[in-house]
């Protein structure tokens, strides 16, 4: 499934590439880069608005210049030795190190799954192998139950299982079928959506649109021959409920990316374990990281990227001029369209890094 492999100053990365301008490596240093599919197109190709060729470009279009482009995926990273080992068993030494894995799918968490998506009806917008199915069973639809479902697990963009809902209501309403349509949305949380502002607007539109909504139900099982999904209610265990359905949009489970799940690079819940900070490793001084793959304390979204980004950039360059990170993230939540606003603010003090030398800085 598509996850973010990304390990840099040496850099690996696999899956999604927020562009931006990047520096060039001042001392001959190398940044190694594999890219796949923008995915937040995908909620649009779920939907019909865009194709999954809209969110592919060659991997040469947007290699940077005087990078060093390594076929491969990351396998295994070993921070006591300052190494990454690749699927062709080339083991890569580093001194300095930005990983990016992103998150693991988890489809085959929930009974039925992956085998159900060989069947009409079902799709999901989290894959590149399934998000075309999403509006082949929006487009096929003629009468019944929509239904849409949120995991009992942290996401990448947690609004995307809302946006396919609300874009497939519309579409629904577009061609004549909405008031045959029962659109129904599944969620394991106990709320809407996590930001109250915006959750109160939200109800607002789920009402004045007829949206059912279903709190605290997660999807455990997918019965396609009957077109049946079963829920468990999180607040009464043991206790399940079936809907049947005409479309089915799944959001998986997921978690943390396996390569740093099973590394000591791990906090006890196997994401990164980061300072909030500084995007500094708290046990290995030579390695930061970004993204959803992280214990950083923001929504696991595209937009809670970009900031940090810049911040671990600064932050590297400053430990290779052997000198304290000095500045911080101030880390704010996403909106309901999903847009996390982070600002750098400084900081008094920092763990000092070490002397780590001041040889290369890659971005």
Same mark, same amino acid.
């Given at each position: 499934?598509?996850?973010? &492999?990304?390990?840099?100053?040496?850099?690996? %990365? &696999?899956?999604?590439?927020?562009?931006?301008?990047?520096?060039?490596?001042?001392?001959?240093?190398?940044?190694?880069?594999?890219? *796949?599919?923008?995915?937040?197109?995908?909620?649009? %190709?779920?939907?019909?608005?865009?194709?999954?060729?809209?969110?592919?470009? =060659?991997?040469?279009?947007?290699?940077?210049?005087?990078?060093?482009?390594?076929?491969?995926?990351?396998?295994?990273?070993?921070?006591?030795?300052?190494?990454?080992?690749?699927?062709?068993?080339?083991?890569?030494?580093?001194?300095?190190?930005?990983?990016?894995?992103? +998150?693991?799918?988890?489809?085959?968490?929930?009974?039925?799954?992956?085998?159900?998506?060989?069947?009409?009806?079902?799709?999901?917008?989290?894959?590149?192998?399934?998000?075309?199915?999403?509006?082949?069973?929006? &487009?096929?639809?003629?009468?019944?139950?929509?239904?849409?479902?949120?995991?009992?697990?942290?996401?990448?963009?947690?609004?995307?299982?809302?946006?396919?809902?609300?874009?497939?209501?519309?579409?629904?309403?577009?061609?004549?079928?909405?008031?045959?349509?029962? %659109?129904?949305?599944?969620?394991?949380?106990?709320?809407?959506?996590?930001?109250?502002?915006?959750?109160?607007?939200?109800?607002?539109?789920?009402?004045?649109?007829?949206?059912?909504?279903?709190?605290? *139900?997660?999807?455990?099982?997918?019965? =396609?021959?009957? &077109?049946?999904?079963?829920?468990?209610? +999180?607040?009464?265990?043991?206790?399940?409920?079936?809907?049947?359905?005409?479309?089915?949009?799944?959001?998986?489970?997921?978690?943390?990316?396996?390569?740093?799940?099973?590394?000591?690079?791990?906090?006890?819940?196997?994401?990164?374990?980061?300072?909030?900070?500084?995007?500094? *490793?708290?046990?290995?001084?030579?390695?930061?990281?970004?993204?959803?793959?992280?214990?950083?304390?923001?929504?696991?979204?595209?937009?809670?990227?970009?900031?940090?980004?810049?911040?671990?950039?600064?932050?590297?360059?400053?430990?290779?001029?052997?000198?304290?990170?000095?500045?911080?993230?101030?880390?704010?939540?996403?909106?309901?369209?999903?847009?996390?606003?982070?600002?750098?603010?400084?900081?008094?003090?920092?763990?000092? =890094?070490?002397?780590?030398?001041?040889?290369?800085?890659?971005?």
């Amino acid at each position: 499934m598509e996850t973010t &492999q990304d390990c840099a100053c040496y850099k690996v %990365v &696999q899956g999604k590439v927020w562009e931006r301008p990047r520096k060039k490596c001042h001392s001959g240093g190398e940044i190694h880069m594999l890219v *796949h599919y923008y995915q937040p197109i995908w909620t649009l %190709v779920g939907a019909g608005a865009k194709t999954v060729a809209s969110s592919a470009r =060659p991997t040469a279009s947007v290699m940077p210049s005087g990078v060093k482009w390594v076929k491969s995926k990351v396998q295994e990273i070993h921070p006591d030795k300052n190494t990454v080992l690749v699927d062709d068993g080339t083991e890569i030494s580093y001194e300095y190190l930005i990983v990016a894995l992103g +998150l693991q799918l988890h489809y085959e968490k929930i009974k039925g799954l992956p085998e159900a998506f060989e069947h009409p009806k079902i799709g999901s917008n989290y894959s590149v192998q399934t998000v075309e199915q999403t509006w082949k069973a929006l &487009q096929s639809f003629k009468e019944g139950n929509a239904v849409f479902t949120f995991p009992n697990t942290p996401v990448k963009c947690a609004g995307a299982p809302q946006k396919i809902m609300y874009l497939s209501d519309a579409y629904l309403r577009k061609t004549g079928k909405r008031a045959k349509a029962n %659109v129904i949305y599944n969620t394991s949380l106990p709320v809407l959506f996590g930001i109250k502002k915006y959750a109160d607007t939200l109800w607002d539109i789920v009402k004045t649109r007829d949206l059912q909504i279903n709190l605290r *139900h997660n999807l455990i099982e997918v019965r =396609p021959d009957k &077109q049946e999904a079963v829920f468990e209610n +999180l607040d009464k265990p043991g206790e399940t409920k079936v809907f049947e359905y005409e479309m089915l949009h799944v959001t998986p489970p997921m978690g943390p990316s396996l390569v740093v799940k099973g590394s000591p690079l791990a906090d006890e819940n196997g994401w990164l374990d980061l300072n909030k900070d500084t995007l500094q *490793h708290n046990k290995y001084p030579n390695v930061f990281g970004i993204g959803d793959c992280t214990n950083l304390p923001t929504a696991k979204t595209g937009a809670a990227v970009d900031a940090p980004t810049s911040s671990s950039e600064d932050q590297h360059l400053v430990v290779l001029l052997s000198r304290r990170p000095t500045a911080g993230v101030e880390m704010r939540d996403s909106d309901a369209r999903g847009v996390a606003q982070l600002q750098t603010t400084p900081q008094r003090s920092h763990s000092d =890094p070490g002397s780590l030398g001041t040889n290369h800085f890659c971005s």
